[in-house]
């Protein structure tokens, strides 16, 4: 279970991650930070202090976000994430296209 706060809307759409981003619910995820990105495009900011779990689903559903937001000129920036799960973005090289913070 995961789940999606949304912490502020300027001046960038910060969003607290909770929980577990897996297949189950990764489409989910997805519309819920779209939609909101849609009414109000601006960077993108995930603050992951407690997100527990993601799997390769996940991964590909940030990587499409990314794209989203890159074609309007704006950045993804994800902070505060576990080193456990750091390390899947590093392995996957996903650090060097999508600023990672702590």
Same mark, same amino acid.
């Given at each position: 279970?995961?789940?999606?706060?949304?912490?502020?809307?300027?001046?960038?759409?910060?969003?607290?991650?909770?929980?577990?981003?897996?297949?189950?619910?990764?489409?989910?995820?997805?519309?819920?930070?779209?939609?909101?990105?849609? @009414?109000?495009?601006?960077?993108?900011?995930?603050?992951?202090?407690?997100?527990?779990?993601?799997?390769?689903?996940?991964?590909?559903?940030?990587?499409?976000?990314? @794209?989203?937001? @890159?074609? @309007?000129?704006?950045?993804?920036?994800?902070?505060?994430?576990?080193?456990?799960?750091?390390?899947?973005?590093?392995?996957?090289?996903?650090?060097?296209?999508?600023?990672?913070?702590?």
């Amino acid at each position: 279970m995961q789940e999606l706060t949304l912490i502020s809307r300027t001046p960038e759409l910060c969003f607290g991650l909770s929980g577990e981003i897996d297949s189950q619910n990764a489409d989910e995820f997805f519309a819920a930070v779209s939609e909101e990105y849609r @009414k109000n495009p601006s960077d993108l900011v995930f603050d992951c202090a407690k997100l527990a779990f993601i799997d390769s689903t996940t991964l590909g559903t940030f990587v499409k976000l990314l @794209k989203r937001v @890159k074609e @309007k000129g704006h950045v993804m920036k994800l902070k505060n994430l576990q080193p456990r799960l750091k390390k899947l973005f590093v392995i996957c090289a996903l650090d060097t296209v999508m600023e990672i913070e702590g």
